[in-house]
C-alpha cells in the first residue's frame, strides 16, 4: 500500500503542478507536504508503519497538495458549505483535522519501540506533539503572511476574515489527533484480546 499511495501523490503532484492559483503559494503548501514524503520515504527501510498509519497520514498529503493548487480558500467545496450552512469556505478545516492523523503513526512508533509503558503517556505525546507541529504551522503561516508578497500571504494564511482562524485550525488538528489516537488504542485492544472462538456443540451420544 505505501508504494501505490507514494504512486498516487505523485500523479497529483504533477497534475496539479500545472497552472496553479498562484504558483508561489503553490511552493508554500507544497515544501511542507514534500518534506512529509521525503521522510517517509527515506525511513521506510528502518520503520514501516501499518498500512493504516501510513493511509491515515496520507489523506493530509493529498488535501493539502490540492489545496495547494487552488489555493486553500478556493477549493470548489461549495456543496459542503452550502450543506452545513457556514459563509465560508471549511476546506482547510478539514485538512487541519487530517493532520490530527499522524497521532496514529505516533503512538504506533511509540509502543513498537517500546518508548513507552503507559498507554496514557503514549496518547498524551501522540496528541501533545501534533498540538506542537499545528502551532508551529501557524506561526510559519503568519511569517510568510508578513513576509510575502501581500495577496500570496493572505492566501497562505488563508483566514477568510476570521480573527480566530489560527485558534479554530489548532483546534481541529488537535480534535483529529484525538480522533485517531483513540482509534489506535481501539483497534490495539482488539488485537490483544481477540474475541472467542465460536464453540462447537459435541455430537451427541448415540
Not at 496520507?58 to 467545496?77: A, K, M
Not at 498524551?124 to 511569517?143: D, K, P
Not at 480573527?163 to 490495539?188: E, N, R, S
Request: proline residues 6%; charged residues 15%; glycine residues 6%.
Amino acid at each position: 500500500m505505501p508504494a501505490s499511495l507514494l504512486g498516487l501523490y505523485l500523479v497529483e503532484f504533477v497534475l496539479l503542478g500545472i497552472h496553479p492559483a498562484d504558483r508561489s503559494v503553490w511552493v508554500a503548501e507544497n515544501v511542507p507536504i514534500l518534506l512529509i514524503v521525503a521522510t517517509l520515504v527515506i525511513t521506510y527501510r528502518w520503520f514501516r508503519f501499518s498500512n493504516l498509519a501510513y493511509a491515515l497520514m496520507s489523506v493530509l498529503i493529498f488535501l493539502h497538495t490540492i489545496g495547494g493548487h487552488y489555493t486553500f480558500e478556493r477549493v470548489p467545496f461549495e456543496r459542503v458549505t452550502h450543506l452545513i450552512g457556514a459563509q465560508r469556505n471549511h476546506f482547510d478545516r478539514v485538512a487541519h483535522f487530517s493532520v490530527g492523523f499522524y497521532a496514529f503513526a505516533i503512538a504506533e512508533l511509540i509502543e513498537r519501540r517500546q518508548l513507552s509503558r503507559s498507554r496514557w503517556l503514549t496518547g498524551l505525546f501522540a496528541v501533545f506533539a501534533i498540538c506542537t507541529v499545528a502551532l508551529g504551522y501557524e506561526i510559519f503561516e503568519w511569517r510568510y503572511a508578513v513576509s510575502a508578497d501581500p495577496a500570496a500571504g493572505i492566501a497562505v494564511l488563508g483566514s477568510q476574515g476570521d480573527p480566530w482562524d489560527a485558534q479554530k485550525d489548532m483546534l481541529a488538528d488537535t480534535l483529529g489527533a484525538i480522533t485517531a489516537t483513540v482509534l489506535y488504542f481501539t483497534l490495539a485492544a482488539a488485537e490483544r484480546n481477540p474475541p472467542p472462538p465460536p464453540s462447537v456443540p459435541s455430537p451427541r451420544q448415540g
